[in-house]
Structures are given as C-alpha cells and as structure tokens.
C-alpha cells in the first residue's frame, strides 16, 4: 500500500481558509436518494470506498468548491440560493473539515496535493495503536467473483415469495417452540457451561460466516460491489466476520438499502427457525444439541447484538433507513453532546440539526446510544483488564487514560473557542459536583451477590442396600408416601439363607452337647463346647440380620425419590449401593455454593433474605439464611451441582477424602448430616456419593423457604441472589468493589499456571 506523503493532510485547525482553493476531487461520485419529500445525496470516493450522506444545502456547498472559489465564497452563494436554511459558518468549517480529513478535497493553494495509489489504495483516518491491538483487522480478500458466482444459486432466497415463505416459517417455529416451551427454557441453563463453549463457539462462526455472506449476496443482487471481507477480533477475544457492503448506500431504492442491511439477521432467523424443528422432533443426542445451539446463536446472540440500533451494525441500518434520517449515529452524537453541553455548561447554541430531521427522535436516539456507548466501553475495559496475564490490566489503564484525556481536551476546547460563556458553565458543574458528591455519600446502597442454590432436605434419609442380592419385588414408586418400617424393596440371596439355615443347625447341635457335657458332669469339655456354641450364636445373629436386610425397609416416613425404580427388578445390587432416597413431607432448604467475591458479601451479612429462581421452572422463592460455613471448601455440595450432571459448578475427579479433610471443611457432629461427606465423618456415605470435587473452593450457606407453596423438588438448581440488611454508602461501596475487583485481577493475574 503506497502511503500518502507527509504534505497530503492539511493542517485545517491553522489553514487560512479566506485564501484556500480546495477542490472536490475527481473520483468522488455522487448519487441522489429520495427521503419523503427532501433530496438526499451520497457522495462516493471511488477510490477509498468511503460515503457520506448529505442534504441538499452541503451537497450544492461542496459542488461549489472547484478549486477557483474559497470556502467563504462558495457559502456566500450558497446562503443566496437557499436563504435561511443555507448552512452556517461553523457547519461549514465542521464540513470542510472532515472532508478534508477523510481526503475528500485537494488543497490547490497550499500545494499540498494529494497522492493516490494508481491501483486504489484505501486510504482511511488511521485508528489509534492503542484500538490496533485491542481490535485488529485481518482482512481475507475480494468476494466480489465469489459472490457473483453464488448470486444464481442462492439469490432466490431474497426474492418477495421466499420472504413470505420465511414468514410462515417463523410463524409455524414459533408455534411449535410454545409446545416446548418449559424443555427449551430448561436447556438454557447448559448453554453456559463450559462443556457447551466449543459447540456453541463453532456454531456461532458458521452462522457469522453465513450471516456475512447473505449481506454480500443482497449487495450484489442490486448491482453494489463487495470489495473485501475479513475478520475482526473484539478485544482480542471474540471474532467478528465483516464483509464491505458500503456500495449500498448509493442505491437509490431504500427497499434496496434496507434489504442489504437486513440480509443477515434474515438468514439466521431463517435456520433458527428450521433448527426449531430439528430439535423438537429429532431424536439423535448429536443433533439435537446442534440445532438448540443454532437456535441460541441465530436468534438471542443475533437480536442483542446485530438487530441492536444503538450499535452500528445492521439494526442501526434498518433504523436509520426507517426513520427516514440519514448519518443517525452522527446525528445522534451531535445531538446527544448539545444537549450535555446545554444542561452541563448552559450552552445557548440552537439544536445542530439544521435539516429539522426530527430533533426529539434525535436526540433520544443520541442519549441512548451514549449511555449504550458507556456501558460498552465499560465491559471492554473489564474485559481486557484480564487478558495476558497482567498486561491486560496495563492496556485497560492506557485506554481508560485516553478516554479521561479526551473528555478533559474536549471540555478545555469548548471553554476556549466553544463559545461556551465560563459564568453560566461553572456554576452548573459545580451543582452537578454537589449533587453526585451527595448522591455518593447519602445514598444507601444493599449489596447484592449471585451465587448457585439447590433445594435440598438436610433431614433426607438415604436407603442403601445392607446385604448383597438380586431384587426381587420393588413396592414403591417415585412420590410415594412411605411409613417407617414399610418393606421398599425385597431381595433374594440363597447362598446367604443356606448359610444361616447350616448356621442354625450348627447352633442347636452344640447347644445338645452343652446339655450332654453337663449332664455327665465333663466340666473342662463342656466350658470349651459353651465358647464355641456362644461364637455359633453371635455368628447367627450377625447372619440373621443380614437376612432380614434383603427386605430393605423405609427408615423414616416421607416421599420416595429415586431414579428408574422401575427398572430394579431382576437387578443384582452390592452392599452399599445407594437405591432412593426418603424425603421428609415439609419443603426442602436451600443449600447455597458461593464463590469467594460472593461470599464477601454472604459473610458479612449472614441473616440477609436471599431469592432463588430455579433453571426451566417460572417464579422465584424467598427464602432466609440461617448458616454459614466460614471456610472454603472442594467437597462437592450436591451431585446435581457438577458439571459431569449438567450442573454449573466445574470439577475434577478427587484426590481422597483425607486431603478433603486436610483443606480445612467445616465438621459435623452427626454422620448422617447433610455436610457430613464434607468432613470425612462418613467415609463410605462420601466415597459412594460423588468422586468428584471441586476445581476451585467456594462456601456453603443454607436458607429457609419464608413460605411452603410450591415447593422445589429435591436436586433442582438454579441461582439465588442474596442482599446485605444493612445499607451501605454508595460511594464507600463503589470505592470497595473497584478495590477488590483491581485485587482480584491482580491474583488471578500473578497466579503461577
């Protein structure tokens, strides 16, 4: 790429624009639009691919400067053509001053020609290196030849009939969704975890890359160019697919416009919907998880961020073609600053919209977008702070002093030559001043964390089976009622009952010699004979009791859970293996899993209320905090938890359960307590449940359902929000959370691999 040379950019902040003669260059293009009953005109430069839309008083402005007038002579004459809505002296010197910028003109006076690649080279505003690093740009080459070679095959899918097929389509996925609605919802709890990531990631690539090429495919169906498409890496991370479909901003029709703009969000919606019936009625595991993966990817993730109009991607677009307002972020920004600077600084300049294109829809459109901005800018910045390992904080730091710089430039330049009077502004920022320092110190703020609940009954009894047997008869079904001492299940062992039946024998033909040995006065044969007949007794207890566990009984009264219960018989079960559970009538508790930033603020305010919403179920629950475990643990809380189960909490095949112990968990006194695999006290309980433990410590909490109502069933999770009951200053807070978030980076950062 030939750069151009260090005398094409004009210096427009000190050129004496009284004696320049700049002139339009001769490959910008213009082209006119119809917007209601106003021109609108797009000017193209043909060589650097860059478009601008314009009214009709900038456009007559422009076509004036021809390298014999200056700028002060060309608004002179536009100001007579137009009278009162021909454009000020400062909308022309912004004009100038972008067209300049973008090498729209060539400065004949001042020499400084501009150089153009003889080849067509873009020549663009250079971004800073700061956004080079943070948002790089790999461009893949012209798709112009591809494009035009697909346009045949696939143009169809544009066509009026296949858009009102497309509409019935939505309509009948839709339908069809609502039947499932409570299954689907239910899903979108794994779309999270990170067994899903790879998925979800290649299916959201495809899906770009098809998303891409329709906005390519409408361009050239109405005859525009695609000079390039590429990938963009956001902050490092996340790639965004692109394609050059600018050429259709000179497309005269809006109906044209608008469908390139729209091609993307089109063709997603349209797999989405197609996937919908995929994975409603198919059966393979494989493609049912592919198709739900589509219908995220295609239709959520597109509808935040691709139909979003306060992002210039095709939602703004559409907009923007809707509204009938040309250059909308533009517009908007404008708008959005000189309602800031009128309500900060007591700006008294008229509103900058001098084509009247509905300043209120503006406007909004403009605070929107800003706060929209903020929000952005603030989650970029969170998220480089973590990347490299340290240096993401160091980059965070630069771009956060970039933007303070610049606000800070901007306010000095709009108190020097902004017209901006310092009497009406320094009074407003000073009110501001005192209304933020006293929302920051009056304030009271609860603070709230998220952290992972599961309803669980703590006073639940789990039934194992005591001795080795095939089942025989199962006698209860999932949510069935039980009784203590009701038989659950009957086992059969014959090799166990032969055994006592020889056992009971032996026992009666010692017990005889006893007797005998008694009778006949053989007192050192009949001492030995009474141990040995005492050891057949206690072995024939110990047997018996083995014998009567085959019919394996309710050990308190509650409801059965258990899986598959249906399936028992016929199935030989070992000693120990767990077969269901009884749970007590009353509702469940909330066993509560908190990492260590949640768990700050669980500990501080242990007795606060906390509120759960549990995965694919609607409504929450209340419930209020009556225990905290003070020290982190591995142990996993509950088996539904993992994410071997489909659970969001990541683990790993555990190391034993002495080293459980050795990492310091809280102890119980009972065996039989719900946390009691936790401490070791119930080694087999442990070992039985889960081999499994956590990847990083957290804390344990519980909390009582306020009321019964519908209670949760045993296992269901979801997430609980807890809140301090004591407020808290919002400054002290903003101030404490910024600290420990720098802090945690800081060890997460420095952390050895």
């Keep these: 790429m030939v750069k151009p040379s260090h005398t094409t950019a004009a210096d427009h902040a000190v050129l004496d624009w009284s004696r320049a003669h700049p002139r339009l260059r001769p490959e910008v293009r213009f082209t006119c639009q119809r917007l209601r009953t106003e021109a609108i005109y797009v000017a193209e430069d043909l060589i650097s691919r860059q478009y601008v839309q314009m009214g009709l008083p900038e456009y007559r402005f422009i076509r004036c400067l021809d390298g014999t007038r200056t700028p002060s002579e060309a608004l002179a004459h536009s100001a007579r053509i137009h009278g009162i809505t021909a454009l000020t002296s400062q909308d022309a010197s912004g004009l100038l001053k972008w067209l300049l910028d973008h090498q729209f003109l060539e400065l004949t006076s001042t020499g400084q020609g501009i150089r153009r690649d003889q080849h067509g080279t873009n020549h663009q505003v250079p971004l800073s290196w700061l956004s080079r690093i943070v948002f790089p740009k790999i461009p893949l ?4 030849e591809f494009l035009i070679r ?28 609502t039947g499932h609605w409570q299954v689907f919802a239910g899903a979108a709890a794994q ?26 495919l409408a ?58 019936f995929v994975w409603a009625h198919s059966t393979s595991a494989f493609f049912g998880t592919l198709a739900w993966n589509t219908i995220f990817a295609a239709s959520t993730i597109t509808l935040l961020f691709n139909a979003n109009p306060l992002m210039r991607f095709d939602g703004y677009f559409l907009v923007s073609e809707i509204a009938g307002v040309p250059n909308l972020a533009t517009r908007g920004r404008q708008a959005a600053h000189w309602f800031c600077r009128r309500l900060f600084l007591g700006d008294s300049r008229p509103f900058p919209d001098q084509a009247g294109l509905r300043p209120i829809f503006v406007t909004i459109y403009g605070m929107m977008a800003l706060v929209w901005q903020l929000i952005v800018m603030t989650g970029i910045l969170a998220l480089v702070a973590g990347l490299f390992r340290g240096i993401g904080l160091v980059l965070a730091a630069l771009m956060l002093g970039g933007i303070l710089i610049g606000l800070l430039k901007g306010l000095a330049n709009l108190f020097r030559r902004g017209g901006i009077r310092p009497g009406r502004a320094l009074p407003r920022l000073v009110l501001t001043l005192i209304l933020l320092g006293s929302a920051l110190t009056l304030v009271k703020v609860h603070p709230g964390a998220k952290a992972v609940a599961v309803a669980s ?38 090799e166990l009952e032969t055994q006592l039946e020889r056992l009971r024998l032996d026992v009666r033909m010692s017990g005889q010699r006893v007797r005998l040995y008694l009778r006949e006065k053989q007192l050192a044969a009949q001492q030995a004979e009474k141990k040995l007949f005492d050891g057949l007794v206690e072995k ?13 009984r309710a050990p308190r009264e509650g409801i059965i859970h258990g899986d598959a219960l249906a399936d028992f018989p016929g199935r030989f079960l070992h000693a120990g293996d767990r077969v269901l559970m009884v749970i007590p009538p009353g509702p469940p508790e909330f066993l509560i899993s908190a990492s260590q930033e949640a768990a700050e603020t669980l500990l501080r305010f242990p007795d606060s209320e906390v509120t759960v919403r549990l995965r694919g179920r609607p409504g929450e629950w209340h419930a209020q905090l009556h225990r905290v475990e003070t020290r982190a643990t591995t142990a996993l809380p509950h ?71 519908d ?17 808290e200053r919002l400054g002290p807070h903003l101030w404490r959370s910024l600290q420990d978030w720098i802090k945690n980076k800081i060890q997460k950062n420095t952390k050895p691999a």
């Design 540 to 552: 024939e207890r110990i047997l018996s009791k083995q014998v009567a566990a085959l019919e394996v």
């Design 639 to 709: 088996p539904a938890l993992a994410s071997t189960a489909g659970g969001p909490l990541i683990v790993r095949r555990s190391g034993g359960i002495d080293s459980e112990r050795e990492r310091g968990l809280a102890v119980e006194t009972t065996a039989r307590s719900e946390l009691a695999h936790f401490t070791g006290a119930d080694r087999r309980e442990a070992q039985n449940q889960s081999p499994d433990e956590l990847v990083d410590p957290r804390f344990y909490a519980r909390a009582k359902l306020s009321d019964a109502g």
């Design 141 to 144: 080459g012209n798709p112009q």
């Design 457 to 494: 009954h703590p006073d639940k009894a789990i039934v194992r089976v005591e001795s080795p047997g095939l089942v025989r008869e199962v006698n209860c079904a999932e949510g069935d009622l039980v009784f203590a001492g009701q038989i659950l299940l009957r086992l059969e062992n014959q």
């Design 711 to 727: 209670s949760p069933l045993e296992g269901e999770w979801g997430y609980a929000r807890f809140s301090s009951a004591v407020g």
């Design 191 to 216: 779309a999270v975890l990170p067994a899903n990531w790879f998925f979800l990631f290649v299916v959201y690539i495809g899906l770009k890359v098809i998303h891409e090429i329709w906005h390519g």
């Design 219 to 276: 361009t050239v169906r109405h005859g525009g160019n695609v000079p390039e498409w590429g990938v963009q890496l956001f902050a490092l991370v996340t790639p965004l697919s692109y394609v050059d479909a600018s050429s259709s901003w000179s497309f005269p029709s809006k109906r044209a416009r608008m469908q390139v703009a729209f091609a993307g969000i089109y063709i997603e919606l349209a797999l989405a919907a197609a996937s919908v």
């Design 150 to 177: 697909l346009s045949p095959w696939l143009g169809w899918t544009l066509s009026a009939p296949a858009f009102l097929g497309w509409l019935a389509l939505l309509l009948s996925a839709g339908w069809t969704l």
